[in-house]
């Protein structure tokens, strides 16, 4: 089980190959959404998640019973932590599993894990909950016209990014790019918006290539 309460966390599982490129552009993402709303004005870098909440990496050989070590939560089986949502990412072409398990009104655990390695009954109990989530999701969200007003769920979808580069930039995106639009994005989401318009941030990717910002 790896522990992310702040970047460097995530850097440091980088250097060591633990996690890979599109994934550790999602967890840096999501610290940065939550540093937008929790950081208090502290600095990205000195910001951390110990009293909200962690990002957890369940790693083959975890159970549920792992997460005893990061909260007070104690249960007798995935199932049985009844998380607040479970959902489902394609990152890189590998499928992960984000659920968020609130252990009190002020404490969530966001905990990932991989879609293989995972015993057949868990994983049809993880395919149902995420499921589910995306109806509730789709029932409720509004209508979002393509790239433009990009769906801000759907900053994440790598697919999704690299259409709106073909439209905006020509051509697909590397993966450190990929990481940096990301990083962009969060920067300018300190509201969780519906209409935000991704090319936006793809020029200023494009300005910051070119060495052409701050001119």
Same mark, same amino acid.
């Given at each position: 089980?790896?522990?992310?309460?702040?970047?460097?966390?995530?850097?440091?599982?980088?250097?060591?190959?633990? &996690?890979?490129?599109?994934?550790?552009?999602?967890?840096? +993402?999501?610290?940065?959404?939550?540093?937008? &709303?929790?950081?208090?004005?502290?600095?990205? $870098? $000195?910001?951390?998640?110990?009293?909200?909440?962690?990002? &957890?990496?369940?790693?083959?050989?975890?159970?549920?019973?792992? /997460? *005893? #070590?990061? +909260?007070?939560?104690?249960?007798? +089986?995935?199932?049985?932590?009844?998380?607040?949502?479970?959902?489902?990412?394609? /990152?890189?072409?590998? *499928?992960?599993?984000?659920?968020?398990?609130?252990?009190?009104? #002020?404490?969530?655990?966001?905990?990932?894990?991989?879609?293989?390695?995972?015993?057949? @009954?868990?994983?049809?109990?993880?395919?149902?909950?995420?499921?589910?989530?995306?109806?509730?999701? #789709?029932?409720? @969200?509004?209508?979002?016209?393509? =790239?433009?007003?990009?769906?801000? *769920? /759907?900053?994440?979808?790598?697919?999704?990014?690299?259409?709106?580069?073909?439209?905006?930039?020509?051509?697909?995106?590397?993966?450190?790019?990929?990481?940096?639009?990301?990083?962009?994005?969060? $920067?300018?989401?300190?509201?969780?918006?519906?209409?935000?318009?991704?090319?936006?941030?793809?020029?200023?990717?494009?300005?910051? /290539?070119?060495? *052409? =910002?701050?001119?």
């Amino acid at each position: 089980m790896r522990v992310v309460n702040r970047l460097r966390d995530i850097r440091e599982l980088e250097v060591a190959s633990t &996690v890979t490129g599109p994934l550790a552009g999602y967890l840096r +993402g999501l610290l940065l959404q939550l540093h937008g &709303v929790f950081g208090g004005g502290a600095a990205a $870098e $000195e910001f951390s998640l110990e009293e909200v909440g962690p990002l &957890v990496l369940l790693e083959e050989g975890d159970c549920a019973e792992s /997460l *005893r #070590e990061v +909260g007070p939560h104690g249960t007798g +089986g995935l199932p049985g932590l009844c998380p607040e949502f479970v959902e489902r990412l394609d /990152l890189g072409g590998t *499928r992960y599993y984000k659920l968020g398990v609130m252990t009190n009104n #002020e404490y969530l655990v966001h905990v990932f894990m991989r879609a293989d390695g995972q015993d057949p @009954a868990t994983l049809e109990w993880l395919e149902q909950e995420s499921t589910a989530f995306e109806e509730t999701v #789709e029932q409720d @969200a509004p209508e979002a016209p393509e =790239c433009l007003g990009v769906d801000y *769920r /759907l900053v994440w979808d790598e697919a999704e990014l690299h259409n709106c580069a073909a439209e905006v930039l020509g051509r697909n995106l590397t993966s450190d790019e990929l990481s940096a639009l990301r990083t962009i994005i969060h $920067e300018d989401l300190d509201e969780r918006t519906w209409d935000y318009d991704i090319r936006e941030a793809l020029e200023r990717l494009q300005c910051k /290539l070119e060495g *052409r =910002c701050g001119e």
